[in-house]
């Protein structure tokens, strides 16, 4: 049952990860480059570290860290999302789950329900 929710996870992961390449800006090659999806056992939240089975999308590496003029380095996966007070928001991550985080529950949903009845 694990495994049939883990394989669709990875499923409905890798669709959310192109509709998020799809959305990010064309002219930031190495951003879309760095959308992934990762293998997770475990998940850190705002109540702490909890179990987990499944994959998380992420967006950003090294290669993807911009620096300001005062010298500070930023993600700038997260600029691109949010926006700074000189860039406006090309939002791509959050509407790309919005978007996806149904019709993915529900695929996880089923798999688990027809592992469980197989057997």
Known sequence: MAAAAKAQARVGGEQVASAMRYLAPREDGALIRSIRVEDASSVTTSRGERGFLGVVVKAGDETTI????SGGRFQNAKLQEH???NM???PYFNPAWRANRTRVRSAIT?????AWVSG
């Open 88 to 90: 406006p928001a090309s």
């Open 66 to 69: 911009v620096t300001n003029e």
């Open 83 to 85: 926006g700074t007070k």
């Open 110 to 114: 089923r798999a688990v329900r027809k």
